[in-house]
């Protein structure tokens, strides 16, 4: 962990980065901390779809996740991506990026579910999101 003028910086892992049309979590901020709120939360998603992720290799003692989540997306190339896990005064602030397919990417039709999932050194307290919204250029990456 890092301090720096009276925030700490959170290191964290991904442990799950997935747009798959069969997991539909609402979308949102949700804070992991043992495996049976994983089994809740992964239990959210539509009757009649195969379970979830299986529950993350963390140590439930020392570690956290932290799911950033956006919903039903009507087509392929979105995707989310959490950047920096900070704690203030002892809240948790999440900033993500939703990063959106620009007019000139290519795109499935199907219906997606992005999400980032991260293990974090674990922390109470109350959390907030702050997300960012950006549109890809695909013509400049060359996809």
Known sequence: MIELAGRVLLPFRTVYSLWLPDQDLQAGLYIVRDSDEWTRLTARSASNQPPGPPAPAVNWQIDMCVVV?????????Y?????TIDVIDGHIRVLAWEIRPGRNCGTTRALTHPFHVVAAPA???EAKLVKRVADEDCEATEY
């Open 69 to 77: 989540a956006l919903g039903t997306r009507p087509s392929g190339g």
């Open 79 to 83: 995707r989310v991506l959490i950047d």
């Open 123 to 125: 922390h109470a307290g």
